[in-house]
Structure formats: C-alpha cells, structure tokens
C-alpha cells in the first residue's frame, strides 16, 4: 500500500520560513492531483493549496504570496514552501495525493509559529 511520508515541519518564529516536503513510498501513475490542508486546534480541516498534474496551482487568499506549492510528478512528491509565517498559521499540515482511482493522504506534521 502506497504512503506518503510528510517532513519539514517544526517551530519557527514569526516572520520566518519552513519548508514541507511529501514523498510517496512509490509513485503513484498518473499523479493527478497534489494538495496540502491544514488543520488547527478546534477548527475544520481547510486547504491550503493545490497543483494539478499539469502545474496549475491554487492558494488559500490567506497564504497567497507567502506560500509556494511545487511538485515532481516523477516522484509523486509535493513541497510547500511557507514564507512569512504568522502564528496564525499554526496548524498540522497534512498532504493529498490522488491518481486516477486513488487518494492517499500523509499522516501530518506540525508546524508551529511562535515566538
């Protein structure tokens, strides 16, 4: 069974950067579509951005222009690259990966901005 494996997170200060990477165990043909959502203390699970097989990406307005998502489709691996962090942005970060029949999402990591 195909997992994905979630790394990066961890705690940062206001103002600064982390770096989110998501790797399937194996890749998934054809990858379809990559996302990454987060989700904080008592609130709902929300999307955070997405890219598409083809490259067309998709923010949230609260992360336009502090975060990048990039991906290699070879690899089914997404990257989320946050800049600008605000302590409202702390959350566990999950990321999707879908093929043609499947979705398999990662098990979270935390990012943390405080200072």
């Known amino acids: 069974q195909v997992q994905l494996v979630e790394t990066g997170g961890g705690l940062v200060q206001p103002g600064g950067s982390l770096r989110l990477s998501c790797a399937a165990s194996?890749?998934?043909?054809?990858?379809?579509?990559m996302a990454w959502y987060r989700q904080a203390p008592g609130k709902e699970r929300e999307l955070v951005a997405d890219?598409?097989?083809?490259?067309?990406?998709n923010y949230a307005d609260s992360v336009k222009g502090r975060f990048t998502i990039a991906s290699d489709n070879a690899k089914s691996t997404v990257y989320l690259q946050m800049n600008g962090l605000k302590r409202e942005d702390t959350a566990v970060y999950y990321c999707?990966?879908?093929?043609?029949?499947?979705?398999?999402w990662g098990q979270g990591t935390q990012g943390t901005v405080s200072s």
């Open positions: 194996e890749s998934i043909f054809p990858t379809k579509y």
């Open positions: 999707n990966v879908r093929g043609i029949a499947t979705s398999i």
């Open positions: 890219i598409t097989g083809g490259g067309i990406t």
